[in-house]
């Protein structure tokens, strides 16, 4: 009796292996022409990750991935070489005696990446969209003290808080959700709680092509304003 478990024991453990390595085999060369047919596979970096990427909306936040929101939109501000805080969009900031206005001086040589420009105007409408939905972002401590949004000129932008609030600039440098959209990707109510129509930003790199839950493309920014990522 044991010698007849037994075999059927071996015969079961081999038929496992063998679909397994089957399945295997398939991956292996699946992988393999997929790798092969991209011509341009020496100029790309592959890299996993456990999520799809989302929908790229910028001022929302599950699903779409903080990594991939970084390619495409920007800050006025951010953290960098040494974890201080430096000009990003804005190439200065000024903050009054009261501690209550911000006023942002706007690089003037930034484009969307639909060839649009970037300034004052487009800066004031993201912050509005943000603000409609005060109670989505109240998780950042400045956003509920925003008094006032104003366009000074083209390249200036002034923001007012009801009191003094001293992390304002360092929340400015989040991810999310006062990063900028560019004027094609607004919907038609201007909402983008509700979705963005298309992923226009600022930054090095841009969204070529998605499947949802399979890949996503990015290509670089040819018309980055900072220095081009090789």
């Known amino acids: ?5 037994n075999s059927k024991q071996v015969l079961f453990i081999s038929a496992i292996v063998l679909i397994l390595s089957t399945l295997l085999l398939g991956c292996t060369n699946e992988s393999k022409e997929n790798s092969t047919s991209n011509k341009d596979s020496k100029d790309m970096l592959t890299f996993a990750w456990p999520r799809d990427i989302g929908e790229m909306n910028p001022h929302v936040y599950n699903p779409s991935q903080l990594f991939a929101t970084s390619m495409i939109y920007e800050p006025l501000v951010s953290y960098q070489d040494g974890g201080k805080l430096k000009p990003h969009l804005a190439e200065s900031w000024e ?32 912050f509005d969209t943000i603000l409609k939905n005060v109670d989505l972002h109240s998780w950042l401590g400045f956003i509920p003290k925003v008094d006032q949004t104003e366009v000074i000129d083209q390249n200036t932008f002034k923001l007012t808080l009801k009191e003094p609030y001293y992390p304002t600039i360092q929340e400015l440098a989040v991810v999310r959700p006062v990063r900028f959209l560019g004027d094609a990707g607004f919907p038609k109510d201007g909402d983008t709680s509700k979705g963005v129509k298309k992923p226009v930003g600022t930054g090095p790199w841009i969204l070529e092509e998605h499947k949802s839950d399979e890949y996503a493309i990015f290509k670089r920014n040819e018309n980055y304003w900072g220095e081009l990522l090789k």
């Open 1 to 5: 009796m044991s010698k007849r478990r």
């Open 95 to 126: 903050i009054s005696k009261d501690g209550k206005e911000y006023t942002f001086n706007l690089r003037q040589d930034v484009k969307f990446s639909d060839g649009t420009s970037f300034n004052a105007e487009i800066v004031k409408k993201n």
